[in-house]
C-alpha cells in the first residue's frame, strides 16, 4: 500500500514498479499524471469505486497492454491513455459519459472500440494516431499500414464527435453508426 500515494479518496501517484497492478478499493478518482510514464505496468486492475481517469492518468504506459473499466467510471479525461503504444484491448465502462481530447491518441496497437450507449461526448483527437511529419514517406507509408483502429461502433445518443476523433494513421475500414443518427459529427471526424 505504500506505493500509493492517496488523499481524499483520490490516487496522486503510483511509485511501485510492478507489472500488474490493482488499486485500492478506496479510490474514486485516479488522479493526473498518476502512473504517468510507468515503464513495468502491463495490467491495471481498477475497482468498482473509481469513477474518473484524470488527465494523463496512465499516459505513455507503453507496455500497459490490457484494460477492463469497471461500470463505475463515467469520464476518461484528456490524454488519460496517449501513447500506450502496446494497448491492445479495452472494454469501456458501460455508464462511461465522456471520452476527453487525445484519451486515446496513438494506441497504435489498439484495432476495435466499441463506443457504449452512455456516451454523449467524444473528443478531439480521442483515438487519433499522429505520424511525425519529419518521417521519410516509405516510413511514412509502412506505419500508416501497420497501425490504428479498423472498427468503430458509435451508438445512438453520442452528441458530439469532435474534429479528427479517429484521423491519423488509422487503418479504420468500417464505422457503424446506429440505426436513430442524433450526432453531431464534425469536419474530419474521420
Known amino acids: 500500500m505504500n506505493q500509493f500515494i492517496i488523499k481524499n479518496n483520490i490516487l496522486i501517484q503510483y511509485k511501485g ?23 513495468n505496468l502491463e495490467h491495471i486492475t481498477i475497482p468498482n469505486s473509481v469513477r474518473i481517469i484524470r488527465d494523463l492518468a496512465f499516459a505513455y504506459c507503453k507496455n500497459l497492454n490490457n484494460i477492463k473499466l469497471p461500470d463505475s467510471v463515467t469520464m476518461i479525461c484528456d490524454g488519460a491513455f496517449a501513447g500506450c503504444i502496446n494497448l491492445t484491448n479495452i472494454k469501456l465502462s458501460n455508464l462511461l459519459k465522456a471520452i476527453g481530447n487525445k484519451a486515446f491518441l496513438n494506441c497504435k496497437k489498439l484495432k476495435n472500440i466499441s463506443i457504449p450507449s452512455s456516451v454523449t461526448y467524444i473528443g478531439k483527437d480521442a483515438f487519433k494516431i499522429w505520424i511525425p511529419d519529419n518521417a521519410n514517406q516509405a516510413a511514412n507509408n509502412q506505419q500508416k499500414e501497420s497501425v490504428g483502429l ?41
Open 150 to 190: 479498423q472498427s468503430a461502433y458509435i451508438p445512438d445518443g453520442i452528441t458530439i464527435t469532435k474534429e479528427e476523433t479517429f484521423s491519423g494513421g488509422n487503418q479504420l475500414k468500417e464505422v457503424i453508426l446506429s440505426k436513430a443518427i442524433h450526432q453531431t459529427i464534425e469536419k474530419q471526424a474521420a
Open 17 to 39: 514498479n510492478d507489472k500488474d497492478v490493482t488499486i485500492p478499493n478506496d479510490v474514486q478518482i485516479i488522479g493526473c499524471q498518476a502512473f504517468l510514464g510507468n515503464k
